[in-house]
């Protein structure tokens, strides 16, 4: 089955920065264009970032535009989420998600798989 697992979530302090990883398996990788969304507590799950399929293409929320970048190794299964000058607000539980269609979407109904997601903390 399709598995996503996420990775690299912890505690860091503001300005600082992590690479959040999201290794798949059960689907043939290079097919899905793969997003990011993070969900803090008491607010609904938000669109971050998303990478089409063969990585040519990424787009941004405008929160993270700047400081968050997206990439992915076709080759490894695995999409990842560099991400620097931390902010407090950045705190949240973050999720890949892996869509099968040809267009690249925000929205997470869209999306056909999700990981377990990761924590993020970032303290002030």
């Known amino acids: 089955q399709v598995q996503l697992v996420e990775s690299g979530g912890e505690l860091v302090q503001a300005g600082g920065s992590l690479r959040l990883s999201c290794a798949a398996s059960?689907?043939?990788?290079?097919?899905?264009?793969m997003g990011w969304f993070r969900q803090a507590p008491g607010k609904e799950r938000e669109f971050v970032s998303v990478?089409?399929?063969?990585?040519?293409?990424?787009y941004y929320a405008d929160s993270v535009k700047g400081r968050f970048t997206i990439s992915r190794d076709n080759a490894k299964n695995t999409v990842y989420l560099q991400m620097t000058s931390l902010k407090p607000e950045d705190t949240a539980v973050y999720y890949c998600?892996?869509?099968?269609?040809?267009?690249?979407?925000?929205?997470?109904?869209?999306?056909?798989?999700w990981g377990q997601g990761t924590q993020v903390t970032v303290s002030s």
């Open positions: 998600a892996a869509d099968r269609t040809t267009a690249y979407h925000t929205a997470s109904y869209e999306y056909d798989f």
């Open positions: 059960g689907l043939t990788f290079r097919n899905y264009a």
């Open positions: 990478i089409t399929r063969s990585g040519v293409n990424t």
